[in-house]
């Protein structure tokens, strides 16, 4: 829960822009020999190694830019990258955490069943408003 609670006060996961074939995923454990780069263990994951790459102008799913890692390793190079938050940030992690914990959802947005159609809706309720205050 950490992780998620520390990607969220980052600014969020870019899951679109790190998403992998199965074909790359292939290659890469191939390559690998289905061991973890930094222990040797089992690796179940594909890690990549450089989360700035896209500052250098290459593609951040390239090859060479990604290893099979096992998940405890994975785990602990997430958290070495994380910094501590400050402390008004604090009462924000533990709201996070509550709504990650949750049974139930806290938030319409929490509800993965019913988000999508009251997205819809609360996005057309604005955009009518902003239709009639354009009119005024």
Not at 107 to 118: A, P, Q
């Given at each position: 829960?950490?992780?998620?609670?520390?990607?969220?006060?980052?600014?969020?996961?870019?899951?679109?822009?790190?998403?992998?074939?199965?074909?790359?995923?292939e290659v890469i454990m191939e390559r690998e020999g289905g061991r973890c780069k930094v222990c040797g263990g089992q690796a179940t994951q594909i890690d990549h190694i450089n989360e700035d790459i896209e500052l250098a102008l290459r593609d951040i799913n390239d090859p060479e830019n990604l290893q099979a890692i096992c998940d405890p390793c994975h785990r602990t190079k997430t958290l070495s990258n994380f910094r501590p938050i400050a402390p008004e940030q604090w009462a924000k992690a533990?709201?996070?955490?509550?709504?990650?914990?949750?049974?139930?959802?806290?938030?319409?947005?929490?509800?993965?069943?019913?988000?999508?159609?009251?997205?819809?809706?609360?996005a057309a309720e604005r955009s009518a408003l902003l239709k009639s205050l354009a009119k005024e």
């Open positions: 829960m950490t992780i998620k609670i520390g990607l969220v006060l980052g600014g969020g996961y870019p899951k679109q822009s790190r998403k992998l074939s199965r074909a790359i995923r533990k709201e996070i955490a509550a709504r990650i914990d949750s049974p139930t959802p806290l938030r319409e947005s929490d509800n993965d069943l019913t988000w999508k159609n009251v997205w819809r809706m609360h």
